[in-house]
């Protein structure tokens, strides 16, 4: 049945502010031309949205043409703006970015782990209206009961912990600091007129590697967050999965071998957080001679995975852009500083970029190490304990490729992913792909602002359907 006039209005409208988006302004005669519409059509929807004030004449084109210049249309930005918030057990980032995704303003603060849940909801809420006032968030005066920085029109929260699928609220999780649970409340009440949207960090990290970062060309794949904690977001043909009780990728559970006990349902110690968690990256690094962190922390477990890789890659010198790959290590209980001596193989590659395909890891030209190098033994302990819980995912869903995220699989590069690949082919026969995240850290934050951006524009971008036209 055909789309009822109103209908086709709607559509129509929604692919142009799309293409604008997408592409930046345009004229009324490239909207044509990648719409498919005829000049009537675009001339009558650019009339609509115009006068709707979701876009707006931003400059002319044709300058070296003969006539008149063809009007540039582009959205109105600041039409809305947008706050993506990343809550990690240390503190809050945040940024503020207009409709179109451009960052206006970021603010950070620290909060004390032994701060109560009232204060630190303060501290992260002040985090936002610092960051609000600063882009220009002010709006109109505001109604009775709403700040002066009550004009977001969307907050994306990106937090660690299970997200209740029914209700879309952070569950209660043991280990997780109680104020993490009161934000979103306590920004849904400042902020009336918001939507306020939380989501598992891990998925919203895997969101934007899937949009901006390393998986771009692929439907189907897994990140391994790889951070303060450990955790896992699956992307299957395209779609993020969160299970039936919004615990999808809860890897830190996991048990595995080379840990001493197992884990419980309120504490992961015993599962593969065990092995890969900062706290466990940091005593790795002390049992293998390398300089021992600050502190046990995401950034702190980065720095010395980052020091490490430094020290192979110059070791590795001779051959220009070599990546190195382990050779087959048992896995080291944490503790032993059990590691064989077999030498590093190099194929051609970039420092950075991922990791090189399988064809060009075999036959590759070898580059031998010394077997008493400190961080190289460190590395490979570390790909193997990663290749333990990357292979249980690989046998169970089969994603062909798996991004090391987080602090630590961006500090560890295509170094740490060509290692974590090299040992997975030897323990599993389907072909997988190990890359390194290219947004680390920030992923969460991007994730966070991609989503926000998204439920604005899905509510903003369909005015005459919702009018009825």
Wanted: proline share 7%.
């Amino acid at each position: 049945m055909p789309a009822s006039p109103s209908t086709a209005r709607a559509l129509n409208d929604r692919l142009a502010l799309r293409l604008l988006q997408q592409e930046g302004p345009l004229t009324a005669g490239q909207l044509k031309q990648l719409t498919g519409l005829s000049r009537p059509t675009v001339a009558d929807l650019v009339d609509r949205l115009t006068a709707s004030g979701l876009i707006t004449v931003v400059g002319e084109s044709g300058e070296q043409r003969r006539g008149p210049n063809a009007r540039l249309y582009g959205i109105v930005a600041d039409r809305a703006h947008l706050a993506a918030l990343d809550v990690r057990t240390e503190g809050v980032f945040v940024l503020v970015s207009d409709l179109v995704g451009r960052v206006l303003a970021e603010a950070s603060v620290p909060i004390d782990p032994d701060a109560g849940t009232g204060p630190a909801v303060e501290q992260a809420v002040a985090a936002v209206e610092s960051a609000a006032k600063e882009a220009g968030a002010t709006g109109a005066p505001p109604r009775e009961g709403v700040r002066a920085w009550g004009s977001l029109h969307t907050v994306g929260i990106g937090a660690p912990g299970l997200i209740d699928p029914a209700t879309g609220d952070l569950r209660d999780s043991a280990g997780l600091p109680a104020w993490h649970r009161s934000l979103a409340v306590t920004l849904q009440e400042r902020l009336p007129g918001a939507r306020v949207t939380v989501e598992n960090e891990t998925n919203l990290a895997a969101l934007a590697e899937q949009r901006e970062g390393a998986a771009r060309d692929r439907d189907t794949f897994v990140l391994l967050w790889l951070g303060h904690g450990v955790g896992a977001a699956v992307v299957l043909d395209g779609t993020l999965r969160r299970g039936a009780s919004g615990g999808t990728g809860e890897i830190g559970f996991l048990p595995v071998p080379g840990t001493a006990t197992l884990p419980s349902a309120t504490d992961c110690g015993g599962g593969f957080h065990s092995l890969t968690g900062a706290a466990a990256v940091a005593s790795l690094a002390a049992e293998c001679g390398l300089p021992t962190p600050a502190t046990p922390d995401g950034p702190g477990a980065a720095a010395a995975v980052r020091c490490a890789v430094a020290e192979v890659e110059k070791a590795g010198e001779a051959v220009p852009g070599a990546v190195p790959v382990s050779g087959a290590v048992p896995v080291a209980r944490p503790g032993s500083g059990a590691a064989s001596a077999s030498a590093m193989t190099a194929a051609p590659g970039q420092a950075g970029c991922v990791a090189p395909p399988r064809a060009q890891l075999d036959g590759a030209p070898t580059v031998t190490l010394p077997s008493d190098l400190p961080a190289a033994r460190f590395l490979r302990i570390l790909a193997d304990r990663i290749a333990v819980g990357a292979a249980s995912v690989v046998a169970v869903l089969d994603p062909g490729c798996v991004v090391l995220g987080g602090e630590v699989g961006q500090a560890g590069g295509a170094v740490l992913a060509g290692l974590v690949e090299e040992r997975l082919r030897r323990m599993s026969p389907l072909v997988t792909e190990v890359r390194a995240s290219s947004l680390g850290g920030t992923a969460v934050l991007r994730g966070a602002l991609l989503t926000a951006r998204e439920r604005a524009q899905d509510e903003l971008f369909a005015p005459p359907e919702r009018s009825g036209g």
